[in-house]
């Protein structure tokens, strides 16, 4: 059974740095063409793609906020972690991860309750 | 970047009712297509992947058509656990965009 769960500071304030963690369970960070994707979703907002690690370390960055994304995996540790830069409240938002499966269309077929962070001062 | 657009934004159904939504690409996707159902305070959760193919674990009930641009989600006996936000998304090529999503809800 696969279980993705994120954590992190339910509370930033502006400028600060965000970091989050997603800890899987139930499939490996090593397994050929699985990935693992964050996604986040303001109050009332539709889902946003924010960035996408694969097995072999290949990442992939939303454009309009590449400058202020990393995505890291340790495979180990069964955790992939975000950190995003320069915290505004417009970032306020429910955070997600998903799996990624093996599968051509990078579809997320299981995701993590979310975690949702306020960014005010 | 390519755009997503759905329609209607929001549709009000009876229980039992056919219920069709319709996702458009900016450009060709070719099948890179999915289909999620969101309740509120929760995850969305996967229906449909590469435009057709039913996740398991998912009624029948549900089903994805379309190829390149144009694509539908048709619910053909709409249930009381069906009402909620659907939102499809592409895969074809990154930033992997949602469309804005559709409400159902009870007439």
């Known amino acids: 059974q696969i279980t993705l769960k994120e954590s992190g500071p339910t509370l930033v304030k502006p400028t600060q740095t965000l970091t989050l963690t997603c800890t899987i369970s139930g499939f490996s960070l090593s397994t050929n063409g699985v990935g693992v994707g964050w996604i986040r979703q303001p109050p009332g907002k539709a889902p946003e793609w924010l960035a996408l690690i694969y097995w072999d370390d290949d990442r992939r960055y939303s454009p309009s906020l590449k400058t202020r994304l990393t995505i890291t995996k340790d495979s180990s540790k069964n955790q992939v972690v975000l950190t995003m830069t320069n915290m505004d409240p417009v970032d306020t938002a429910t955070y997600f991860c998903?799996?990624?499966?093996?599968?051509?269309?990078?579809?997320?077929?299981?995701w993590g309750q979310g975690t949702l962070v306020t960014v005010s001062s | 970047d390519i755009q997503m657009t759905q329609s209607p934004s929001s549709l009000s159904a009876s229980v039992g009712d056919r219920v069709t939504i319709t996702c458009r690409a900016s450009?060709?996707?070719?099948?890179?297509l999915n289909w999620y159902q969101q309740k509120p305070g929760k995850a969305p959760n996967l229906l449909i992947y590469?435009?057709?193919n039913l996740q398991s674990g998912v009624p029948s009930r549900f089903s994805g058509s379309g190829s390149g641009t144009d694509f539908t989600l048709t619910i053909s006996s709409l249930q009381p656990e069906d009402f909620a936000t659907y939102y499809c998304q592409q895969t074809y090529s990154t930033p992997l965009a949602f469309g804005p999503g559709t409400k159902v809800d009870i007439k």
């Open positions: 998903a799996h990624r499966p093996v599968h051509y269309s990078s579809h997320f077929d299981q």
């Open positions: 450009q060709s996707i070719s099948d890179y």
């Open positions: 590469a435009a057709s």
